[in-house]
């Protein structure tokens, strides 16, 4: 029920809204994106070995029993910040406790990121840029200069691709996450 909102997105999310402006930009008022997944780009080369370890059949239930010991989730989740000591022991158990608390989670992570390594999905976001070209509600860009995933190079090729964009803003000393 609700006809119109603002919308704050981020990777994933981020591709999901630069759908949106294709197919219902009516229903955003104004939008900030930050470190997103857009164009082809996606999944990041930075992630990919995660990424495929994960799907790898023989490799999986490897990788997910790893996944329970601070070293590899540091290792992990390593390459989405620019400060390490960002990542507390606290916050990668966070981060990783969801996908390994049972076989259901890993299975439904595992289809995820088929889904993303299936060069074909790289097309919806491609298939968006049409809409965004469009789209002129005021967008801001919040983005983590040290982002080696979705680094300044997409904020500046979004920033020309959607005229509604007000402004980019970097944080220095920010990388992905």
Same mark, same amino acid.
């Given at each position: 029920g609700i006809q119109q909102a603002d919308f704050v997105t981020a990777d994933h999310g981020a591709a999901t809204l630069q759908l949106m402006m294709r197919d219902h930009p009516e229903r955003i008022r104004?939008? *900030?994106? !930050?470190?997103?997944e857009a164009y082809d780009n996606w999944p990041s080369e930075p992630e990919r070995p995660y990424l495929q370890l994960v *799907?790898? +059949?023989?490799?999986? +239930?490897? /990788?997910?029993? @790893? $996944?329970?010991f601070t070293a590899v989730q540091r290792e992990v989740f390593g390459v989405a910040v620019h400060r390490q000591e960002a990542f507390t022991d606290e916050v990668l158990y966070a981060y990783t406790r969801a996908h390994i608390a049972t076989p259901e989670r890993w299975a439904? $992570?595992?289809? /995820?990121f088929r889904w993303q390594l299936d060069p074909e999905h790289n097309r919806v976001t491609m298939d968006a840029v049409d809409g965004m070209r469009? /789209? &002129?509600? +005021?967008t801001l860009l919040l983005w983590g200069r040290? &982002? !080696?995933n979705f680094g300044p190079a997409i904020a500046e090729r $979004?920033?020309?691709?959607?005229? @509604?964009? *007000?402004? *980019? !803003?970097? $944080?220095?000393?920010?990388?992905?996450?």
């Amino acid at each position: 029920g609700i006809q119109q909102a603002d919308f704050v997105t981020a990777d994933h999310g981020a591709a999901t809204l630069q759908l949106m402006m294709r197919d219902h930009p009516e229903r955003i008022r104004r939008a *900030v994106i !930050t470190n997103a997944e857009a164009y082809d780009n996606w999944p990041s080369e930075p992630e990919r070995p995660y990424l495929q370890l994960v *799907v790898n +059949p023989w490799l999986s +239930p490897l /990788f997910r029993f @790893g $996944l329970q010991f601070t070293a590899v989730q540091r290792e992990v989740f390593g390459v989405a910040v620019h400060r390490q000591e960002a990542f507390t022991d606290e916050v990668l158990y966070a981060y990783t406790r969801a996908h390994i608390a049972t076989p259901e989670r890993w299975a439904r $992570l595992q289809r /995820f990121f088929r889904w993303q390594l299936d060069p074909e999905h790289n097309r919806v976001t491609m298939d968006a840029v049409d809409g965004m070209r469009r /789209f &002129d509600k +005021p967008t801001l860009l919040l983005w983590g200069r040290q &982002d !080696t995933n979705f680094g300044p190079a997409i904020a500046e090729r $979004l920033a020309s691709d959607i005229p @509604g964009v *007000v402004g *980019v !803003t970097y $944080l220095e000393n920010s990388a992905h996450m």
